[in-house]
């Protein structure tokens, strides 16, 4: 089987892959400036390191087939922790990767990319220029950049999944539309892991909602067949309010509550 380096690896996609990909046979390494709350099993390495700093990534690297970078503030933060975190961090996880001669790479971009791009115009094309909504937003169209200069430059295969929302469950009625399940991120990675051309591509993280608001098309193309259909959860949800989202991608992330620049808590 193979070799998986996971970025983030104590949060809750990473939480969520980790045994997944073990019951598949695959050896992980787990990287990350704090422990995962589920111990480290036989057939996985953790490394205790930040992204933020180079030291030590390609050491932890050497012999992995794919690295799955998740690391990095996964909501809005002031601008220079965007930089330290999240767009220096997706250099470093590249640039490491190329020392240690790592062809392969799945980087977790978001929806927040292309955040004001309109519903009604999300599901007209796989694939869409980026619109960001917040600094958080940028960071990831600067994370997509980074990995289409390393893709092209180094002949490397990088993967960006524009996620939508995660979660085990739908748990309103926009995520009856947006919904991305944790048996379809392990799908998509296992994609990535068999993905034999090289470039960068850009996929949609989400799952094969009925209500779904974008195209499946650029994942199909790369071998991610998403299976779960948040319908399923229909009936257990009340969609008798209506939340009164702005009708962009990016919800309420850009509305007057959720300033841009700032903290959120």
């Known amino acids: 089987m193979s070799r998986i380096a996971i970025t983030g690896a104590a949060g809750t996609m990473a939480s969520s892959l ?14 990350d400036i704090a422990s995962p709350a589920e111990p480290v099993g036989d057939n996985e390495t953790f490394h205790q390191l930040s992204v933020t700093e180079i030291d030590g990534l390609p050491e932890a690297l050497v012999g992995t087939d794919v690295v799955i970078h998740l690391a990095g503030y996964p909501r809005e933060r002031p601008w220079d922790d965007i930089v330290a975190t999240n767009i220096r961090g997706g250099y470093n996880i590249l640039e490491a990767g190329r020392s240690a001669d790592v062809t392969r790479f799945l980087l977790a971009s978001s929806v927040h990319a292309v955040g004001y791009t309109p519903i009604a115009e999300a599901g007209d094309i796989p694939v869409f220029p980026p619109r960001p909504d917040t600094l ?14 390393y893709a092209d430059r180094y002949g490397m295969t990088v993967v960006s999944a524009r996620i939508l929302n995660f979660a085990p469950a739908p748990t309103s009625e926009r995520g009856l539309g947006f919904w991305f399940s944790p048996d379809d991120f392990c799908r998509l990675a296992i994609a990535v892991l068999n993905l034999k051309s090289p470039g960068h591509h850009i996929v949609w993280g989400v799952s094969r909602n009925a209500r779904g608001v974008v195209s499946l098309d650029a994942g199909e193309a790369i071998g991610f067949f998403p299976v779960d259909d948040a319908e399923a959860f229909a009936a257990s949800i009340d969609q008798s309010m209506r939340v009164g989202y702005p009708t962009v991608l990016g919800g309420p992330f850009v509305d007057d509550a959720h300033p841009m620049g700032v903290n959120w808590s």
Do not use: F, N, Q, T
């Not at 980790?18 to 990287?31: E, K, S, T």
């Not at 958080?136 to 200069?149: P, Q, R």
């Open 18 to 31: 980790r045994p997944r990909l073990r019951a598949l046979g695959h050896d992980l390494v787990l990287i």
């Open 136 to 149: 958080y937003g940028v960071g990831k169209v600067a994370l997509e950049a980074l990995g289409s200069a």
